[in-house]
Every structure is written in C-alpha cells, then in structure tokens.
C-alpha cells in the first residue's frame, strides 16, 4: 500500500513544472560536467572561435573590429588559445583519431601569455553580453595561474550554470507546457551546448524563457518586459528569432502603447546590433556575399520555391540530418549517436508535445493560434535565409550551413501554437519523459567517450 502512495505521489510530481525544473537540474549537474570535463578543448562546433570572442570581452574589448584591408575581422586574444587549439586540432573531421597522453600533457601545460590581433569572423559579429560567463571563466583561469586548458574548462562550467539556471526558470514558469521545455532542454544538442564555451547555451536557454513567459499569455507588466528582454538578448545572438518580436501583436489584453513597446525594443535592440557589427566588425568579403546573393534573389525570385524543394529532397537523400543535428551530432558533426537514439527521441519529442496539449486554449482564437504559428514559420525560414544569403554560392540552388542546432532556440515557441485537446490518460507518457534524459545522458557520455578516447 505505501509503495502505491509513494508511487502515485511521484507521478504527481511528474505533472509539476517546478519538479521538472529540479529535475532538470539534477540531469545537468550530472551531464553538464561530464561533458565539460571529457570533451577535448574547441570540440565543440565553432568553440574555438567563440572561445576567442570571450577571451577579448575578457580583456574588455567588447567590440570585435575588422583588421586592416578587407581580408577577416577579430581581436585581440590570448596566443594560448591558439596553442592549445594546435595540439587538439587534428580531432575534428577524423573520427578515428583519438587524444593521447601526450595530446593530454602538451595541453595541460600551456600557460597564457600574450595578446595578439586574431581573427575570428564567424563570431567577431556576435555581442557581449552572452560571453560574460566564458569571459569570467578565462579572466579567472588567468588570474589563479592556471594552464589555458583549465581556463576553458572553468569557462565550459560556468557557462553551464548559467544556462542551466536559466533553463530552469522557464521550465518551472512554463506551467502547461513544462514537458515541451524539458524535453528540448534535455536533448544532447541542448546540453552539449550548455558545457561549451559559445554563446549558444545562454541563447537557448533565454529563448526557452521567452516562450515560457509569453505562453503564459495573460502577462504581468514585468512578466511581459522579462519576455521581451529575454527575447531581445536571444534574438541579437540569432536574428532569426526576430519574427518573435511581433507577438505581443496578438496576445490579448494589451494596450496599444505597450504591444508598441514591447515590439519596438527587441526589434531596436537587433537591428541596432546588426548595424553597429556591420559598419565596425562585420568583414568585407562576407558583406560583399549578403548583398550579392540578396541581388540575385530580387532578381530571380523563382529561386524560393526551387530552394524550398532542393531542401526537402537533400533532407530525404541524407536521411534527415537536420533533425539528427537537431537532437545530437556532436563535436564537429563527427560524433554521431545510435540511430535508434534518433527514432526514440523521435517518438519521445511527439510524447512531449502531447504532455504538454493545455488545459486552455493558449492564444484565444483561431486567428491568434494561426498568427503564432506563421511567426514560427517565419523563424524556421529565417534560419535558411539567413544561411543562404552568407554562406551559400550566389545564385545557388541549395542552401548550405544549416544545422539542425540552429533550431533549438525557435522550437520552444511550438508552445505558443499547440491545440486545446487535453489527453485524459498522460501518467505513463510524464514519467517517460522525466525519466528519458537518463538514456539520453549516459548514451551522449558513452559516444564523446567512444569518439575521443581509445577504448
């Protein structure tokens, strides 16, 4: 009899955002670590140059600044990330090459030194304000004396907390769609990026927390600006976020003055980073690439519906690697997992947005749920467009670069779309999502350990 109750008491537990939060807690004070601590340095997708980009708010340059001539655009960063990205850089792309003791010792023992003028372009346009926990992190290695591998370490570990805290805080105030929260933020991807050196954990985790709070539909004035705010800071780290910035637009019971303000601030906030980076970081061959495939497109506006079928196609052909990088392709797209891991996720992710069908309806109406779900479009279109007005060959007809961890900090707004239909009978699909991240952490730390080290 009491271990019904005791049953039955933890199933009630599953149906409560604020246990799922502690939950999540729990699931990241064991993986984040675990992850910091056995991925080899600037493993990570693009770790390197974000952990450059850190290094220089470190040192309180927080604008990045295009070098002379049109050739990259960086700055000044410590010569001991770049000797510490020597020793490990021939891990990426050879996923049978493994670190060794001396891969271990030589970068143990490089200390920091000096700063020199780098470049780093795929991060230089990025702001500030994300970096500060790597930034701490590197500014505190230096100041302890430690070696440049435990700075980045230390760095991989803070930005973690601060993710993970983040993250909680949407979960728990995410009230009926808690599980869709908890199920994206315990994904590999998800937690692989939270214990990297990037600005991509504190993003996702702030883009959870705008969808949380603006799921709550009937905001506060400060649950509102906490939104919009969240929202600004994600959306200048990822522009593509930006259609977002129009949903005060068609949550009820909003003044005109505050949908205005709330609207125009984010959108401010972006547009005014993008302008700033784009006359003082942003380097000229990239900008010379934006404005001609822009040209092209004007021009041949048949290409979108072209791109469009070209994307679907290349997604059958490679069997869907974008949503395999969604879930987890770890390290630089090398580290793969179980493809079974991807149909049970697969199934789980459905069982979460099932978990999570309101009570009530979200948006009152249907014009509403339709307006929500065409910002959600919007974004996912964003992210192509965006890919392939920088990095694809102009006047092409695919659109190359895009990742499926791209989409992590737009999958959160999924709550703002979902139907009312609540199911009656959800206890086993709650204690399968709560306890899946289980699977999902030991499977990760077995494929990082398969990956990097020989067995």
Same mark, same amino acid.
């Given at each position: 009899?009491?271990?019904?109750?005791?049953? !039955?008491?933890?199933?009630?537990?599953?149906?409560?955002?604020?246990?799922?939060?502690?939950?999540?807690?729990?699931?990241?004070?064991?993986?984040?670590?675990?992850?910091?601590?056995?991925?080899?340095?600037?493993?990570?997708?693009?770790?390197?140059?974000?952990?450059?980009?850190?290094?220089?708010?470190?040192?309180?340059?927080?604008?990045?600044?295009?070098?002379?001539?049109p050739?990259?655009?960086?700055?000044?960063?410590?010569?001991?990330?770049?000797?510490?990205?020597?020793?490990?850089?021939?891990?990426?792309? %050879?996923?049978?090459?493994?670190?060794?003791?001396?891969?271990?010792? %030589?970068?143990?023992?490089?200390a920091?030194?000096?700063?020199?003028?780098d470049?780093?372009?795929?991060?230089?346009?990025?702001?500030?304000?994300?970096?500060?926990?790597?930034?701490?992190?590197?500014?505190?290695?230096?100041?302890?004396?430690?070696?440049?591998?435990?700075?980045?370490?230390?760095?991989?570990?803070?930005?973690?907390?601060?993710?993970?805290?983040?993250?909680?805080?949407?979960?728990?105030?995410?009230?009926?769609?808690?599980?869709?929260?908890?199920? &994206?933020?315990? &994904?590999?991807?998800?937690?692989? &990026?939270f214990?990297?050196?990037?600005?991509?954990?504190p993003?996702?985790?702030?883009?959870?927390?705008?969808?949380?709070?603006?799921a709550?539909?009937?905001?506060?004035?400060?649950?509102?600006?906490?939104?919009?705010?969240?929202?600004? &800071?994600?959306?200048?780290?990822?522009?593509?976020?930006?259609?977002?910035?129009?949903?005060?637009?068609?949550l009820?019971?909003?003044?005109?003055?505050?949908r205005?303000?709330?609207?125009?601030?984010p959108?401010?906030?972006?547009?005014g980073?993008?302008a700033?980076?784009?006359?003082?970081?942003?380097?000229?061959?990239l900008?010379?690439?934006?404005?001609?495939?822009?040209?092209?497109?004007?021009? !041949?506006?048949?290409?979108?519906?072209?791109?469009?079928?070209?994307?679907?196609?290349?997604?059958?052909?490679?069997?869907?690697?974008?949503?395999?990088?969604?879930?987890?392709?770890?390290?630089?797209?090398?580290?793969?997992?179980?493809?079974?891991?991807?149909?049970?996720t697969?199934?789980?992710?459905?069982?979460?947005?099932?978990?999570?069908?309101?009570?009530?309806?979200?948006?009152?109406?249907?014009?509403?749920?339709?307006?929500?779900?065409?910002?959600?479009?919007?974004?996912?279109?964003?992210?192509?467009?965006l890919?392939?007005?920088?990095?694809?060959?102009?006047?092409?007809?695919?659109?190359?670069?895009?990742?499926?961890?791209?989409?992590l900090?737009?999958?959160?707004?999924l709550?703002?779309?979902?139907?009312?239909?609540?199911?009656?009978?959800?206890?086993?699909?709650?204690?399968?999502?709560?306890?899946?991240?289980?699977?999902?952490?030991?499977?990760?730390?077995?494929?990082?350990?398969w990956?990097?080290?020989?067995s």
């Open positions: 009899m009491r271990i019904k109750v005791a049953i !039955h008491d933890m199933v009630g537990l599953c149906r409560r955002p604020w246990f799922l939060a502690g939950l999540f807690c729990v699931y990241a004070a064991v993986a984040i670590p675990s992850i910091a601590l056995l991925m080899p340095p600037f493993q990570a997708a693009d770790e390197m140059g974000h952990a450059q980009r850190a290094n220089e708010i470190s040192h309180g340059e927080l604008l990045a600044t295009r070098f002379a001539g050739l990259s655009s960086g700055g000044r960063t410590d010569i001991g990330l770049t000797h510490l990205w020597t020793v490990f850089a021939g891990l990426p792309f %050879q996923p049978g090459t493994k670190v060794t003791k001396s891969m271990k010792k %030589q970068g143990a023992a490089i920091w030194g000096v700063s020199r003028p470049s780093f372009v795929n991060t230089a346009i990025y702001p500030p304000l994300l970096y500060i926990p790597a930034a701490i992190g590197q500014g505190t290695g230096r100041l302890l004396h430690l070696s440049v591998l435990h700075g980045v370490v230390l760095s991989r570990l803070l930005d973690g907390v601060v993710s993970t805290g983040i993250a909680a805080l949407a979960i728990g105030l995410a009230g009926d769609v808690a599980p869709l929260l908890f199920t &994206l933020l315990c &994904l590999p991807m998800s937690l692989a &990026l214990a990297a050196v990037t600005q991509d954990g993003m996702i985790a702030l883009s959870a927390l705008a969808a949380a709070l603006f709550r539909i009937r905001l506060t004035g400060a649950g509102l600006a906490a939104g919009s705010t969240a929202l600004a &800071l994600a959306a200048m780290a990822r522009p593509a976020l930006l259609p977002f910035c129009l949903l005060p637009w068609i009820p019971e909003l003044s005109l003055a505050v205005v303000v709330s609207t125009v601030l959108i401010a906030s972006v547009l980073w993008t700033l980076t784009g006359r003082i970081t942003l380097y000229t061959p900008a010379d690439q934006v404005a001609a495939q822009t040209h092209a497109l004007l021009l !041949h506006p048949h290409l979108v519906p072209v791109l469009v079928w070209t994307t679907i196609q290349n997604q059958w052909l490679r069997h869907f690697d974008l949503f395999r990088t969604f879930v987890g392709v770890l390290g630089w797209l090398d580290t793969p997992l179980p493809m079974p891991y991807y149909a049970a697969a199934v789980m992710l459905l069982l979460a947005v099932l978990a999570s069908l309101p009570d009530h309806q979200k948006l009152d109406g249907v014009v509403r749920g339709l307006a929500a779900a065409i910002l959600l479009l919007g974004a996912i279109g964003a992210v192509f467009l890919e392939y007005l920088s990095w694809s060959p102009v006047g092409g007809r695919v659109v190359d670069g895009v990742q499926g961890r791209y989409f900090p737009i999958m959160p707004f709550a703002l779309v979902l139907p009312r239909r609540r199911l009656r009978s959800l206890t086993w699909m709650r204690v399968a999502l709560c306890l899946y991240p289980l699977l999902s952490i030991t499977i990760t730390i077995r494929a990082i350990l990956r990097y080290y020989p």
